[in-house]
Each structure stands twice: as structure tokens, then as C-alpha cells.
């Protein structure tokens, strides 16, 4: 059972840059799938979430409107498009996939979401920097 993370990079100010979330030993179909990330001193905190039952999306408040989520379940894949980046999104990415369906109704902030979580990537470094 595994996730794998890509698309991280060194961005400037403004640009966009589209994570992938890869499973492999399992289908992510099954799985509500959230994003998740860690800024440098910084606890982890949670940015997005997309429900493995209808698609439906949540965001927390800062990448509301800049961050999209979606799933190709044929490619066993999470995505999340990011735009208009700033210095503050600098962090590591993680996805995680969990089987407890409401996840995507907690605070995406809190320790309830990052707790319901059964599987992690390893993370993918996002740097936004001029």
C-alpha cells in the first residue's frame, strides 16, 4: 500500500503547479482523499479534501478559490491544481486517503481530520519564491 506524491517544484509568486497523488495496492476509488501540508516550523494542517462517495470538494479558507482538487479514479489518482501561489504556500505537500467517510466534514484544520486518515504519502516540496 502506497502514495506517492509529484509535482512540487520552485515556483514564483503568482504561478500555479499541479500535485498528483498516485495509490498503488489499493483502489483510491474507495478512499475520500485529502491534501495536507506543512509549512517550515509550522504544524501540518489540512488545505483540501475530495469524497470518495459524490466528488464533493472542501477547502480551507486561504486556498479557497486558488486550489482545486479533483480524481481521475482510472489513473488511481488525486490531483490538486494550485494557483496564483504565494510565499505563504510554501510548505510539503502530503496526500493521505482514509476510509472514514465524514472526514471531508470536519475542520479541515483540526486534529480529527489528520487523525481519520489511514494512508500517507511521503510528501512533495512546494517552494514559492521570487
Known amino acids: 500500500v502506497q502514495l506517492v506524491e509529484s509535482g512540487g517544484g520552485l515556483v514564483q509568486p503568482g504561478g500555479s503547479l499541479r500535485l498528483s497523488c498516485t495509490a498503488s495496492?489499493?483502489?483510491?476509488?474507495?478512499?475520500?482523499v485529502g491534501w495536507f501540508r506543512q509549512a517550515p516550523g509550522k504544524e501540518r494542517e489540512g488545505v483540501s479534501c475530495?469524497?470518495?462517495?459524490?466528488?464533493?470538494?472542501y477547502y480551507e479558507n486561504s486556498v479557497r478559490d486558488r486550489f482545486t482538487i479533483s480524481r481521475d479514479n482510472a489513473k488511481n489518482t488525486v490531483y490538486l491544481q494550485m494557483n496564483n501561489l504565494k510565499s505563504e504556500d510554501t510548505a510539503i505537500y502530503y496526500c493521505?486517503?482514509?476510509?472514514?467517510?465524514?472526514?471531508?466534514?470536519?475542520?479541515?484544520?483540526?486534529?480529527?481530520?489528520?487523525?481519520?486518515?489511514?494512508?500517507w504519502g511521503k510528501g512533495t516540496l512546494v517552494n514559492v519564491s521570487s
Open positions: 493521505a486517503a482514509s476510509l472514514t467517510g465524514y472526514v471531508c466534514y470536519t475542520d479541515l484544520r483540526g486534529p480529527v481530520y489528520e487523525h481519520s486518515m489511514d494512508f
Open positions: 495496492g489499493f483502489t483510491m476509488g474507495y478512499f475520500t
Open positions: 475530495i469524497m470518495s462517495s459524490d466528488g464533493a470538494t
